[in-house]
């Protein structure tokens, strides 16, 4: 089963606007990334947000994490063309030896 | 930096034959991740090690998967005999504890 799943699976938006996904996951976790996989390559690393955080951000990304509900957001601001990609979150499943799983994923198309 | 290099990119090959894949991953980095990742889906974690050793192996078909770390810096990943399901990437990652994974490019693989 996954640890955790992003919402939604796939989403269309106007150069311009704001993306958000969530990620649910289900056991206790140290940490939750987010990374991006544009078609055909690798992932990229976006942000990592440790349990006792909230909120994080890094230029148009935000992120916040709701340990209490088992879910974070990412939202992307002011989206361009270039953002056009899969989005990932990955968990810790709460493990000591830094095991990360990865969820389905966010595909996500900017529409110039 | 250098990245966590991967070769080759791509690599066909009939079902029954054998494959390896090799990994570098970035210098310093104790941590390195073998991940399958089928079309569509997120990245499934096949192997860890720390250093030379095995940390979690849970999810690799040991029956046909081996994967080794000599010396605790690169390492192999081999598929012998090959199936058609296991037409997906390959993506190494390595990671330094408490910080977000690098990826390699991954290398593609199809069986026919």
């Known amino acids: 089963s996954q640890q955790g799943e992003e919402d939604p699976q796939a989403l269309s938006i106007q150069e311009g606007e704001n993306a958000t996904m969530n990620c649910s996951y289900k056991t206790s976790i140290n940490n939750l990334q987010w990374y991006r996989q544009n078609s055909g390559r690798g992932l990229v690393h976006l942000i990592l947000i440790r349990s006792n955080e909230r909120e994080k951000h890094s230029g148009r990304l935000r992120v916040t994490l709701d340990t209490s509900k088992k879910s974070s957001s990412l939202l992307i601001t002011a989206s361009r063309a270039a953002d056009t990609a899969s989005y990932f979150c990955a968990t810790d499943a709460g493990t000591s030896y830094d095991k990360v799983i990865f969820g389905p994923g966010t595909s996500l198309s900017v529409i110039p | 930096e250098a990245g966590v290099a991967q070769s080759p990119r791509y690599k066909i090959i009939e079902k029954r034959q054998s494959v390896a894949f090799w990994c570098n991953p970035i210098?310093?980095?104790?941590?390195l991740y073998w991940y399958q990742q089928i079309l569509g889906q997120g990245p499934k974690l096949l192997i860890q090690?720390?250093?030379?050793?095995?940390?979690?192996d849970s999810q690799l078909p040991k029956d046909r998967f081996s994967a080794e770390r000599l010396k605790g810096v690169d390492s192999t990943l081999k598929i012998q005999p090959a199936k058609l399901e296991d037409s997906a990437v390959y993506l190494c990652?390595?990671?330094?504890?408490?910080?977000?994974?690098?990826f390699g490019s991954g290398t593609r693989l199809t069986v026919v």
């Open positions: 990652a390595s990671s330094y504890p408490g910080s977000g994974y690098t």
């Open positions: 210098s310093g980095h104790a941590t």
């Open positions: 090690f720390q250093n030379n050793g095995v940390v979690d």
